[in-house]
């Protein structure tokens, strides 16, 4: 498929892309568990929250995205890896922070200073 003809439910890649950059660098971290096919208990385990927690995020994230279903989420973050590649290079981003960069979401000071001066990976 070229970048700019539509996905198979009329979206173009590049919409995926728009919409995967518009969610929270929390969501994006959920977003990225579930691509790796990690349980929500797994996700927050890793992320040092609650199961809870990551259920709500993970609502969050399907709303914004517009998923019915993890499936349509994880199809959309794919499609917008894939937008991330054209343009750019022939190396496929191996992370969604890598695809859609949004206001230095991946950025280690950022988040130390968010989660009280500590780190969260």
């Known amino acids: 498929m070229n970048a700019t003809e539509n996905g198979p439910l009329g979206r173009s890649p590049f919409d995926a892309a728009f919409r995967v950059a518009s969610l929270s660098p929390r969501c994006r ?5 579930l691509l790796a096919g990690q349980s929500n208990k797994v996700i927050a385990h890793n992320l040092g929250i609650s199961p809870r927690t990551v259920e709500i995020h993970r609502a969050h994230l399907m709303r914004k995205l517009g998923a019915r279903h993890v499936a349509d989420a994880i199809r959309i973050a794919f499609e917008a890896i894939l937008a991330g590649r054209t343009g750019r290079s022939r ?10 960069p949004r206001n230095r979401a991946s950025d280690p000071d950022r988040l130390a200073n968010r989660s009280g001066g500590r780190v969260r990976r």
């Open 29 to 33: 971290e959920v977003l990225e568990g």
């Open 91 to 100: 190396r496929l981003p191996l992370t969604l922070a890598e695809a859609c």
